[in-house]
Nanobody, 125 residues
Framework: VQLQASGGGLVQAGGSLRLSCAAS????????RGWFRQAPGKEREFVSA????????QYADSVRGRFTISRDNAKNTVYLEMNNLKPEDTAVYYC???????????????????WGQGTQVTVSS
């Protein structure tokens, strides 16, 4: 079972990036998928998650209105569209998958069973 994150890079403030997280080794259509990030010297924090069923989503307050999460179950892939990026968005972004069904807990990193290797996003001012 493997999650492969990609799409990170260096972008100027106000720019956009699209992260992808491809899953292999298992069908993840029944898993909640999430994105977390970790900036240097800081703890890993929740960014966004998308429900395994109806496609409902959650966002951290800091990214709501700028980031959009989506999924393509046929491709076992989840995306994070990031617009109007800010320097404070600079971090390593990790994708994750959870088999848990309690939607209210998806902001908790401990409920995720599988993690990708991370992709660096750097936003210059």
């Amino acid at each position: 079972v493997q999650l492969q994150a990609s799409g990170g890079g260096l972008v100027q403030a106000g720019g956009s990036l699209r992260l992808s997280c491809a899953a292999s080794g298992r069908t993840f259509s029944r898993y909640t998928r999430g994105w977390f990030r970790q900036a240097p010297g800081k703890e890993r924090e929740f960014v966004s998650a998308i429900n395994r069923g109806d496609g409902s989503s959650q966002y951290a307050d800091s990214v709501r209105g700028r980031f959009t999460i989506s999924r393509d179950n046929a491709k076992n892939t989840v995306y994070l569209e990031m617009n109007n990026l800010k320097p404070e968005d600079t971090a390593v972004y990790y994708c994750a998958a959870s088999s848990r069904t309690i939607w209210s807990t998806v902001r908790d990193a401990s409920v995720y069973d599988y993690w990708g290797q991370g992709t660096q996003v750097t936003v210059s001012s």
